[in-house]
């Protein structure tokens, strides 16, 4: 058989980084993220002053058919938007009603899910942790941590597709900001009906 090279050769992906050994990850700057966090004034200075990475993923063109199984590591570097805890732009999957599963390899953070009917659902991770995304759940990893890069692990049907549209036009309904020290979830106020 002919197969594609991730089936010829396991894909390593480094313990502490999280980053693979067969091809370069996909990436995300603040520039990547502009209106994403609640801070825009923020998030365009951290743009302006280095221009850091958010977040890594891969895309390791495995073909979007619902019998094959995309696949990859997530990669969010510690940090925040004023108040707002480093996380992932986050989608819908086109084909709405399809699952994912992330494992939490390192770090520590939190994916952040809701449906279209506006059900919230919001699940902390830890190494060695596995957090189940239901289908029609539009889902972000978030990075609770100061310090430590949250890295997981995911799969969902390769067919799945990704809706960003709803969300960077409006956000999630809630998001995660710093307080006292510690996280919590609250309204957000540019979400809109
Ligand atoms: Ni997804």
Redesign the pocket.
Known sequence: MDFPSYVNKPVGFDAVTGLADSQPALARHYSDMKNMYLDEEARQKLEDNGNALIYNFYDFGVPEKDSDLAFGTSIVYPGKVGDEYHMTNG?F?TILDTA?IYYCQAGYGMMMMESPEGDVLYKEMRPGQSVY?PGRYA?RSINLSDTETLITF?V?RAD?G?DYGSIKEKGFRKIVVEKDGKWEVVDNPRWKA
Do not use: N, Q, R
């Open positions: 989608h999957h994912e995304v889902h995911y969902f799945a990704h």
